[in-house]
């Protein structure tokens, strides 16, 4: 049981998505993610960040992983991070911690059309425990930017793909 667990933790970290990467001369913005977790008794937090082709979770022809930060604190910062522009940018964020005998992940999608050269920020919040989760996109001028999202989130958690802003929980039994 616990090479299971090892097993786990390590896809967790490591992953298997392909790098999130724009053509040299493609238009682009950048984006800079607020990430914040209320989640206390936790051995293990992190985020990782997906990019799709459309709201239908195809994958992204440009990789799917923009990012990913492991062994965080209660307020990190990723970015800027250049993404493509003149387009619409799908992307997911997904939240994960540990718990003794259980794991929680928390993902949340959003659409939107970035400009080109614009800058924005993308606040990401995990409540509840890590039982919700939401997000909040601001342009360079502090101005709130509307996104569609789908009703599932396209990023999988342990449980498969869940409600927007839903969490999967895996539970561990030892014997």
Do not use: H
């Given at each position: ?36 977790s209320e989640s206390k008794g936790t051995t293990m937090q992190g985020y990782r960040v997906f990019a799709y082709q459309d709201m ?120």
């Open positions: 049981m616990k090479s299971v667990i090892a097993i786990a933790g390590l896809l967790w970290l490591v992953g298997c998505a392909s790098t999130y990467s724009l053509p040299t001369n493609s238009p682009s913005a950048t984006m800079t993610l607020d990430l914040r239908n979770c195809t994958p992204s022809p440009l990789g799917s992983l923009i990012e990913s930060k492991q062994f965080t604190g209660a307020v990190e910062k990723i970015g800027p991070i250049r993404v493509v522009a003149v387009s619409p940018l799908t992307f997911a964020v997904l939240y994960g911690e540990s718990r003794m005998a259980q794991n929680r992940q928390c993902s949340f999608t959003a659409s939107f059309l970035p400009r080109a050269s614009e800058s924005y920020g993308v606040q990401f919040a995990v409540a509840d425990g890590a039982l919700a989760c939401g997000m909040k996109i601001t342009d360079g001028a502090g101005q709130e930017v509307s996104f569609e999202s789908p009703s599932s989130s396209c990023a999988e958690t342990f449980a498969g793909r869940v409600k927007n802003g839903g969490t999967g929980v895996l539970n561990w039994t030892f014997r």
